[in-house]
């Protein structure tokens, strides 16, 4: 058995604004949402790289204590979005707790800032203080937290997948999401992940070389995804959910149709758990393109991974090229808000759904000049009005995982 | 402590850390006040910081049996009465 699986509803907690019009707002504006690194009085103050793309606007959960009581920030994020997307999608209660809707939702690694907390526990006098490691902690901090935080506050009943493969987090709950509606595990799945503002991720990235540091007083001039003055990533925050449904069942309903997921592919390098790698990457794109049935020459838009780091855009540029040559629109989303981590393809799928809709395509930020190693690729250097029917999103992960989504547009979708 | 110092701390608790609305002394913390297992495990804890000493793992299972506030209070006393015998 193989359905046709269709988003029915989206919301994304981004560093360039919260719900759709902020968010079309900003990529239509060129706005970046990326700001000085604050200090969070342990890490930021040995941390080269000063910058981090951040959710600096208030939020309004208004969450119960009922639910806040097993909620590190990371579900916080996660909870709204699949609080906005149930909303939006329209669904009712008796589908939600049915068994038939189920939640692939992921972090990075569950809740850092409780796990900081902890940790200070942890290396203080201990006796004492040991009961003040609340029974909670765990529950707030592990790395499935955000998806049972989402099944309990909503009484969803289905299957629970909590990928947690880094910068394919989302990417790949989109994905095995879309599988378990196709072969007919699940009629809906709620899927997507969130990573809450974290020094220990811009630590590790610093150490390794990979994060921006030469624009530490123009944060907006980074991350700068193929441009040749580009330094390597900034690390962001954020959340986001998509609604995934089988098309016939949505159709009957007259749900919304935003767009439906027509390839889903996803790979392992095999290898090294850091360098990015040509050959697996390119399998993945093309991975995809065989679950869709489609050719290259189908697709008008890539939303690259592009993270600005140096070799990373080299890489991910040659196997564009190598598929799809210079047919599709390139953006590198990240330039807008730097690297959402496990957040990063929900965002990135969700950013390219809003703007097939409105028929734009945005620019990559800061690309002034072109790496020459990457001069292959169409590039999308100015706000382009175009339809776009097809999208690939491409994400690529530390422990060589790789995923690419491709999405068809809701007003092709619908037929 | 007296019983209403307890009894008042204990309110003051149930109210500011875990939101309680007009907590009764006589309400099934579960049915009126949706307090789960999760709660219990905190409330333990800090009942352990009221008194001053951790509790053993014997006392902690006998808190199982508690369903309202005037249970608790009532487990309080019989603590602190343990403690000083």
Redesign the interface.
Known sequence: MKRRVVITACSAITPIGYGKDEIIQSLRSGRSGVSPLRDDGLLSKHIHSRVFGSVDYPMEYGF???YT??MGPVAFYACQVAKDVLAQSGLDQEFITSGRLGVAFGSTHGSPTVQRDIYKTFFSDLDAKF??I???DY?RSMVHTTAVNISRMFGITGRIIASSTACTTSSQSIGFGYEMIKYGMQDAMLCGGADEYDTTTVAVFDNLLACSVDYNDTPSCTPRPFDAGRDGLVVGEGGGAVLLEEYEAARRRGATILGELVGFGCNNNGGDLILPNLEGITATLRLALDDAALSPGEVDFVSAHATATKMGDVIEAQAIDAVYGKGPLVSGLKSYMGHTMGTCGVIELILTLYMMEQGFVAPTLNLEEVDERCRMLRHTRELTETPVRTAAIQNFAFGGVNTCLLVRDGRTAQG | MTRDEIQQAIITILTKDFEFENPGLEDNLRDAHGFDSIDAIELLGKIELLLGFSLTREEKEQAMAIRTIKDVVAYIEELQRSRNS
């Open positions: 119960k204590r009922q009581k097993t009961s003040s609340g029974a909670v529950l």
